[in-house]
């Protein structure tokens, strides 16, 4: 089975279930440039302030746990035989270590993550986080990308919502074996009072306050308070 094969396999699995519907079909070029500007105007609006936090992975398909992937595919594919040759051509991959003095050390299996430039490894990935715990905050994932948003209450409810969603995200990612990025991660605001152009949220992840960005990047398109793309 090729593939190309397991990845028609799976889309149709997706696009068939209404309850699986919402796992985006990630291709390897990327959103198109209207998707990414309504993803991205959907964090603001003339009456809302809204604080959000842009998560990083670090090396998020390589840190896939093949096991508990194999978990979440059977509640798409029933098919155990299907499953474990799409985890097969995924997963089945070996190393060993050569010294300096040609000591070759005993053939090792790899447990966690894809082959380079495979064609599943983005939608495998988007199964793979598509049971994100719930949050207040609204969550927009795509692939590795991942944001959470809130947009109601006073800056310091903002805040105190954000810090625990990501005390939640961040146990969730521990337990599925995915490693955050926390020197990348930024908080940042977005509102249209020019009062408080200065401002800086506090978000709090881990014992530390999470660096502010007043102009972060999201799927490669940087955003300002207001969204008038800079």
Known sequence: MSHCFSFKILCVRVERDPMHRSIARA???G??????DRRSSHFTNARHQAGAVFVY???AYDTVWHRGLTCKLLRFLPDR????????????CSFTLTTGNNKRSRLRHIKNGFPQGSVLAPLLFNIYTSDLPITLSRK???A???AIMHAYGGWQAVEGVL???MVTIGKYLQTWKLKLSTAKMVSTVFHLNNKEV?????VNFDNETLPFCSEPKYLAVTLNRSLTYP
């Open 163 to 165: 810090s625990k969603d």
């Open 198 to 202: 200065k401002l800086e949220l506090k």
């Open 57 to 59: 992975l670090t090396a």
């Open 144 to 146: 590795d990308n991942l």
């Open 140 to 142: 927009y994932a795509y």
């Open 27 to 29: 291709e390897t070029g």
């Open 31 to 36: 959103l198109s440039t209207r998707e990414v």
């Open 81 to 92: 035989h299907t499953v474990r040759m799409i985890i097969e051509m995924v997963g089945n």
